[in-house]
């Protein structure tokens, strides 16, 4: 003989089983959104990386450039710079 009890205590089962896959699907679709924020925040990162870059490379030749046509400028007053400046390197790293 089936009691009410029994009946009430299988729903109750029933919907208990029903909650745990609606929770497990939520936590799928959470999952989901966390990856695809993730990944749309990396490539944001990615893309900042490669304008920061371009312009560093930029700047670096840039200053090459001004560096080479200096010392085509001025080649004694250059070697004459650089020689202090191994000097004065050189007796920091002495001490």
């Excluded at 929770?23 to 966390?34: D, F, I, Q, R, S």
């Excluded at 670096?60 to 046509?69: L, S, T």
């Amino acid at each position: 003989m089936v009691t009410k009890t029994d009946t009430d205590n299988a729903k109750l089962q029933a919907d208990v089983e029903a909650l745990r896959k609606d929770l497990a699907e939520v936590t799928k679709t959470l999952k989901t959104m966390g990856s695809d924020r993730a990944n749309s925040v990396a490539q944001s990162a990615a893309e900042r990386v490669r304008e920061v870059s371009g312009q560093v490379h930029d700047q670096f030749d840039h200053a090459r450039g001004v560096a080479v046509d200096q010392v085509r400028e001025r080649p004694l007053t250059s070697v004459a710079v650089t020689f202090g400046i191994g000097m004065l390197v050189g007796g920091l790293l002495r001490k």
